[in-house]
């Protein structure tokens, strides 16, 4: 008995117990420093691999990147250039130009806008942020899924062809994007462990601020939030009133600064996008454009991972498929569609193409050097080759700028002959070179309309000749794509003009434009 009392004591100095040091991982004070190291070493790569993606990114998507922009924001701090009849129908706000004239106002200040750094600097911005996103992507991923599938998601993440050729220019679009993925590191998902209300809801107001169409991207959410939301009026008055109203007044604010009366553009973008159906005028395509062409081109070689990742994690993250499928849905009742568009689904995307690769065991390895090589085919033909013209044929023009030691010979005067808004402008030469292009607005019902390009296009010969019925009216020099040459030839040597200088541009003719640019001058 006594062996047995002395067995129960608790509380006898003499058989202090001792515990182990616990090693795990999970619980020792190395923890987060190891986490950290890590997560400091994939943010160190990424922001050089966005680097190297802005400099391999060297030919032009879409006339957006630049006129929505750097033209504006090039006005805005220089007081001249060109704004485009949006922002004389107040349709686009001035918070996105603002943020990069911000910097170019220091350029100026400094007495460093160089043309080539009023040309890079804001890409090179948008890499920055752009791998700020990405670090972000990669922290939520570790919280949502294992170490192994985290890290397949994330290279299925850089390796897309799609945002590499996108996440660097300055296009609202890829702002959109980037914020959309930052605002999902913070977004209430099951499981994830990051989760603010107010974060991700300033990032999305922020979002609709730049392009008001991230309100289609993230209405499945902000429903599936409130749905889950156990006080979801506290949700509603503390969270969603207060922020998006912050959100329109000090974009309403920024707005009226600049167009110097009261614009509500977020009003004005939807009245003639949507009601009015203005960006029909651009071009249309039918209703399934997007699910047997535009979904295959942008998510590209990923597709297959995609599938697959959708019949293993269909339930798990049903929210994020949703929202894929709404994206593109709703994009499809719209009749001008671009690629661009649905740009914002790749970060959902990817997060079913890295659980399909991590389960593919065996065949892992070999799908994941199929999937680096084919996208980086695609990523650098379309960021060095395709569609480059436009861009150099610029630079080429930039020499014009500098003065002539020939009094006697004339100021230079560029012509575009060219399809509306095919190259930057004065944000990619930086002097007040005396430059036109055809114009192309959309009927606005406004007297007396007429569509420049449309007129010119239909009869170019007859157009040259009412336009300048006199030799000393002329411009100088005309850039205009291979295609137009031969039917406006007779109009080049009777005004002797001379080709001085061919441009690759693209192998792929189409309709006005073509595979090269020439330039002439007249002597």
């Not at 670090?135 to 890290?151: C, G, Q, Y």
């Not at 390796?159 to 220019?169: A, E, K, L, N």
């Not at 047997?292 to 998510?299: D, E, P, S």
Request: aromatic fraction near 16%; include cysteine; glycine fraction near 4%.
């Amino acid at each position: 008995m006594e062996n047995l009392r002395s067995r129960l004591k608790f509380g006898s100095k003499a058989e202090d117990v001792k515990l182990r040091k616990r090693r795990s991982l999970l619980y020792s004070k190395e923890d987060g420093t190891l986490l950290n190291h890590g997560i400091l070493r994939v943010a160190v790569f990424t922001v050089v691999f966005r680097l190297v993606n802005c400099l391999l990114v060297q030919t032009s998507f879409v006339p957006d990147e630049y006129w929505q922009s750097l033209e504006v924001a090039h006005r805005m701090v220089f007081n001249y250039g060109y704004l485009t009849w949006e922002w004389k129908a107040g349709i686009r706000g001035f918070t996105y130009p603002l943020f990069f004239a911000f910097f170019y106002k220091i350029l100026h200040l400094l007495n460093y806008d160089t043309v080539y750094l009023l040309i890079w600097l804001p890409r090179v911005v948008q890499a920055l942020l752009a791998a700020f996103a990405d670090v972000k992507f990669f922290s939520l991923l570790r919280t949502l899924e294992t170490e192994d599938t985290a890290r397949w998601t994330f290279f299925c993440h850089l390796c897309s062809w799609f945002s590499w050729f996108c996440c660097t220019r300055t296009l609202t679009n890829t702002t959109e994007t980037t914020l959309t993925c930052l605002a999902l590191f913070y977004f209430p998902l099951p499981g994830a462990k990051t989760s603010s209300s107010g974060k991700y809801l300033s990032l999305v107001a922020l979002a609709v601020v730049v392009r008001p169409t991230a309100l289609i991207v993230w209405f499945p959410l902000l429903l599936y939030h409130f749905w889950q939301e156990e006080n979801k009026l506290r949700l509603v008055t503390r969270s969603y009133i207060p922020i998006g109203m912050s959100a329109v007044l000090i974009s309403a604010l920024i707005d009226c600064l600049f167009y110097e009366k009261w614009t509500l553009v977020q009003f004005n973008f939807i009245k003639f996008n949507i009601l009015h159906g203005v960006a029909g005028f651009y071009g249309s395509h039918p209703w399934h454009w997007y699910f047997t062409q535009g979904f295959a081109v942008v998510v590209g070689p990923h597709l297959p991972f995609f599938l697959h990742g959708c019949s293993l994690a269909f339930r798990k993250y049903k929210i994020l498929l949703a929202t894929v499928v709404w994206i593109v849905g709703v994009y499809s009742l719209l009749p001008h569609k671009e690629f661009r568009f649905i740009y914002p689904v790749l970060p959902f995307c990817m997060i079913f193409c890295g659980i399909s690769l991590a389960r593919l065991k065996a065949w892992r390895r070999p799908a994941a050097a199929l999937l680096a090589v084919s996208n980086l085919v695609l990523a650098l033909y379309t960021g060095l080759v395709h569609q480059r013209g436009t861009l150099d044929v610029m630079d080429r023009l930039h020499t014009l700028c500098e003065p002539t030691v020939d009094p006697a010979r004339p100021q230079s005067d560029v012509l575009f002959l060219m399809p509306c808004h095919s190259t930057p402008y004065y944000s990619h030469v930086h002097c007040p070179l005396k430059m036109r292009i055809l114009e192309c607005p959309p009927d606005l019902g406004e007297d007396g309309y007429f569509e420049e390009a449309a007129q010119f296009y239909n009869n170019p010969l007859l157009w040259l000749r009412t336009s300048f019925p006199y030799k000393s009216s002329l411009p100088t020099h005309l850039v205009l794509f291979d295609v137009l040459e031969k039917e406006i030839s007779t109009f080049l040597q009777g005004n002797n003009f001379t080709r001085t200088a061919e441009i690759f541009h693209s192998h792929v003719a189409e309709g006005r434009v073509g595979g090269s640019i020439f330039i002439y001058e007249r002597h």
